[in-house]
């Protein structure tokens, strides 16, 4: 496994001075799309979503605002592709993270136009559908959205199931682990330009999922130095008691993907510890199923902060995106041979 190329997406026209939370989606022919939030500082009523298209000759389109709300946050776009062929977008509106709504709008034509903006599901307040990471799509066609709820001090995640392409979506039970309270909990929390709001959670959020031959699978963030994991033997409607792993966290987002062979590859920054630093940014791969793992390539390391992964797989390689210092969101090609 290598780095084959690395460069940036392309910046807003309004040059916003924080970008963060990138989603990739392969579009065919070698295209990819991509779409960011970016604005003055996170949950800031100027944030919104932004779109760029990277051609196969890796050329980019100029980057644009799709959200069309104004005066609110907007989080965590997630891009997905319908068998039809339609780009689907999700993301999460609001400024405070317990009361977010989840839209969505819909592009016939690989995002050159878009539909009007709807809610997920009609007065849904917290976040049904994905909640950051992709959609993970089963042999059978059905989608499985990881999402997660923070009220409060309670972090809790669930998975949305829809069998027809996202119209409709059912979900399973709170996916929940016991936490004791902590006065060290949040004595790193400054190391991390997030909102306020999300510095006082306790729990298990964003999953990030994978599907074998002995079911779905999730692996969670969580605040208490490691990822957690969580299995389903019926296809993401209901699941077992989440357990912690092997793998550091920081209290940051991860992402996974398998690959045609079964191995499993994670972008993940390997620090234990509640708002532990984000650096560096690696790739782990596990042969068994995610029972162990080996780190295998770096991709961002130093000071500064390099988070939120997203990676998709794509013939013989793998496309990631990340966080690059909130400053600008970085792609790579990696080959795996």
């Known amino acids: ?27 065919g022919d070698g295209n990819l799309a991509g779409a960011w939030f970016a604005g003055s500082y996170e949950a800031e009523p100027d944030v919104s979503i932004y779109f760029a298209r990277r051609s196969a000759d890796g050329k980019w389109s100029p980057a644009r605002r799709i959200s069309v709300e104004t005066g ?7 891009l997905a592709l319908s068998k039809s062929g339609s780009l689907i977008l999700f993301y999460k509106l609001g400024c405070k993270i317990e009361t977010w709504q989840t839209m969505v709008r ?6 050159t136009s878009w539909g009007p903006a709807r809610e997920l599901v009609p007065g849904d307040r917290g976040g049904r559908g994905p909640v950051r990471n992709k959609i993970l799509l089963r042999r059978d066609g059905t989608w499985v959205a990881g999402a997660s709820l923070e009220k409060g001090s309670a972090w809790t995640a669930f998975s949305d199931v829809s069998t027809d392409e996202g119209q409709t979506w059912k979900r399973s039970q709170d996916i929940r682990i016991r936490t004791e309270p902590s006065s060290s909990a949040y004595s790193s929390a400054g190391m991390v330009p997030v909102s306020l709001q999300s510095v006082q959670g306790r729990g298990i959020i964003q999953p990030t999922l994978w599907e074998d031959t002995g079911g ?35 209290n940051s987002a991860i992402d996974v993907v398998r690959l045609n062979d079964s191995s499993l590859v994670l972008a993940h920054n390997p620090v234990s510890g509640n708002w532990a630093a984000r650096s560096p940014l690696v790739l782990s791969v596990s042969r068994d199923g995610g029972e162990h793992w080996e780190q295998t390539l770096v991709l961002d ?37």
């Open 216 to 250: 779905v699978h999730m692996l969670l963030r969580s605040t208490e130095g490691w990822v957690y994991r969580c299995d389903s033997s019926d296809g993401g409607f209901s699941w077992n008691e989440p357990y912690p792993t092997a793998i550091p966290n920081n």
């Open 301 to 337: 390391s130093g000071q500064g902060e390099f988070s939120y992964p997203c990676i998709v797989a794509s013939g013989e390689g793998l496309y990631v995106s990340w966080t690059h210092n909130r400053k600008e969101i970085a792609l790579a090609r990696i080959s795996l041979s």
């Open 1 to 27: 496994m290598f780095l084959v190329w690395r460069e940036a997406f392309p910046i807003e026209a309004e040059r916003h001075p924080m970008r963060h939370a990138s989603t990739i989606v392969l579009l």
């Open 106 to 111: 819909v592009s016939r034509d690989f995002g």
């Open 72 to 78: 609110v946050a907007h989080w965590n776009p997630v």
